[in-house]
């Protein structure tokens, strides 16, 4: 991370050789920043190919080169990213959930869903395990509306819950 640090605030361009598959590749790009997310790091560039996201723990050695790096002028590190994750969140998900969230506990959805005035939002997961775990944690907070799948399994650990609690 600190050679990484040092190339994205030096101003030149460099060179990465990156794992990536069961290989190591080599990349040329300009760094544009260094984002801290889910408690990994990643770096933002352009290259030839146009911008990208590097996993940083991936990056198996950077040298920085002589020629200066092409920031693009209309480049903002916040924006980007939000914009990146908010599709690369998207492309993963594969379940669609719909839900009605209590006020309290709005922020700390998952994917930053759009919230409707009613309290109702739609929240994508890869796959119902996940969304069962993550929105169990918000116990009543959150209502489950559909799939009715999730709605049920949700409601029978809520019920075993209160059975081994009665007694």
Known sequence: ???????VWSGHRVRLRYREGGGVVQRTVDPLGLVLKGGAWYLVAHRSAGMRV????????VR????????????????FWDEWSRDFEQRLARVQVTVRV??????????EPAIAEDGTAVIWFSHLGDAYRELLRF?????????????????ATGRDVAALYAA
């Not at 920085?64 to 924006?79: H, M, V, Y």
């Not at 116990?139 to 409601?155: C, W």
């Open 54 to 61: 590097y996993r940083v723990s991936r990056v198996a050695s």
């Open 139 to 155: 116990g009543s907070q959150v209502e489950v509306l559909e799939p009715a799948e999730l709605r049920d399994r949700i409601a």
């Open 64 to 79: 920085a080169l002589d020629a200066e790096l092409r920031r693009p002028s209309d480049f903002e590190l916040r924006r």
């Open 102 to 111: 209590h006020e309290d506990v709005r922020r700390f959805l998952p994917g």
């Open 1 to 7: 991370l600190p050679a990484l640090a040092s190339a």
